[in-house]
């Protein structure tokens, strides 16, 4: 039985091709997005983001790393600005103003990961999306840092997630969410679950489960036969997500599922 919450999307037949064709064609109205990560041991998943993103066709793009990584960054990372870490190589709590300044400088932000599993760091970025109210985008390990606090996750509006299964079923677990979600459970079930949950929860979910990656929003689900896992643990897919993302904020499922 097909479901009328339900669309599959393949190469040959996109399910929103509208989405493709108003793209802005200058950079003035392509708008601006912040991509924020990194920790003394990595900013891999950033660099990429701020190459996709500007690829995708964002106006602007400016990236807030810890300054201990102030060193080692490339001057390909053109727009670096650096705020204040900890003895760890991550964000400190003293971070908060630059966070703050370059979100404010944005329409829509991007948290890519490699942020390490510092408390001080998680208690920075709890509090700054409490109080945040443009799109927020979340992916990798970004996701796994606010684990104390599932529920900001699912009941901040203008939040996309991108996420492993596994990430996926410790936030159903995190909400007590009343269903299972299983490794071995069909697709159809996985749609229905998420159906029930984004009706439930206003976030966007996108994850990757039997070579589909399904998108969620409020109780319509989207999927996309996907071969390219790879994509989504390096952070391309998400930085490509919150790039569409940032000309239809009102459409999350319609971009998200078009920059697939």
Request: no cysteine; charged share 20%; hydrophobic share 40%.
């Given at each position: 039985?097909?479901?009328?919450?339900?669309?599959?999307?393949?190469?040959?037949?996109?399910?929103?091709?509208?989405?493709?064709?108003?793209?802005?064609?200058?950079?003035?109205?392509?708008?601006?997005?912040?991509?924020?990560?990194?920790?003394?041991?990595?900013?891999?998943?950033?660099?990429?983001?701020?190459?996709?993103?500007?690829?995708?066709?964002?106006?602007?793009?400016?990236?807030?790393?810890?300054?201990?990584?102030?060193?080692?960054?490339?001057?390909?990372?053109?727009?670096?600005?650096?705020?204040?870490?900890?003895?760890?190589?991550?964000?400190s709590a003293d971070a908060k103003a630059e966070?703050?300044?370059?979100?404010?400088?944005?329409?829509?932000?991007?948290?890519?990961?490699?942020?390490?599993?510092?408390?001080?760091?998680?208690?920075?970025?709890?509090?700054?999306?409490?109080?945040?109210?443009?799109?927020?985008?979340?992916?990798?390990?970004?996701?796994?840092?606010?684990?104390?606090?599932?529920?900001?996750?699912?009941?901040?509006?203008?939040?996309?997630?991108?996420?492993?299964?596994?990430?996926?079923?410790?936030?159903?677990?995190?909400?007590?969410?009343?269903?299972?979600?299983?490794?071995?459970?069909?697709?159809?079930?996985?749609?229905?679950?998420?159906?029930?949950?984004?009706?439930?929860?206003?976030?966007t979910i996108a994850t990757l489960h039997n070579?589909?990656?399904?998108?969620?929003?409020?109780?319509?689900?989207?999927?996309?036969?996907?071969?390219?896992?790879?994509?989504?643990?390096?952070?391309?897919?998400?930085?490509?997500?919150?790039?569409y993302w940032l000309w239809n904020q009102k459409?999350?499922?319609?971009?998200?599922?078009?920059?697939?």
């Amino acid at each position: 039985m097909e479901h009328t919450y339900w669309q599959k999307q393949s190469v040959d037949k996109p399910l929103f091709p509208d989405i493709e064709w108003s793209k802005p064609e200058q950079k003035s109205q392509a708008g601006k997005l912040a991509i924020v990560g990194g920790n003394k041991l990595g900013f891999a998943g950033v660099a990429e983001a701020y190459k996709v993103s500007l690829e995708a066709g964002v106006g602007q793009v400016k990236v807030l790393l810890p300054d201990a990584l102030k060193k080692s960054v490339p001057h390909a990372v053109i727009d670096a600005n650096f705020a204040p870490s900890n003895t760890s190589g991550g964000f400190s709590a003293d971070a908060k103003a630059e966070l703050r300044a370059i979100s404010e400088w944005a329409d829509a932000l991007l948290i890519v990961g490699d942020l390490g599993r510092n408390s001080e760091t998680a208690v920075l970025f709890e509090q700054f999306l409490s109080d945040y109210q443009k799109p927020v985008t979340l992916t990798r390990d970004s996701v796994d840092l606010i684990k104390n606090n599932p529920k900001l996750l699912a009941e901040r509006p203008d939040t996309l997630l991108v996420l492993s299964f596994a990430q996926l079923q410790k936030l159903f677990q995190g909400v007590y969410y009343p269903k299972m979600l299983t490794f071995s459970m069909q697709l159809t079930q996985l749609v229905e679950n998420l159906h029930k949950f984004t009706i439930t929860y206003p976030v966007t979910i996108a994850t990757l489960h039997n070579d589909n990656l399904l998108v969620a929003h409020g109780g319509n689900v989207t999927t996309t036969k996907w071969q390219n896992p790879m994509a989504i643990w390096r952070g391309t897919t998400a930085a490509t997500a919150a790039s569409y993302w940032l000309w239809n904020q009102k459409k999350p499922l319609e971009a998200v599922t078009a920059s697939l």
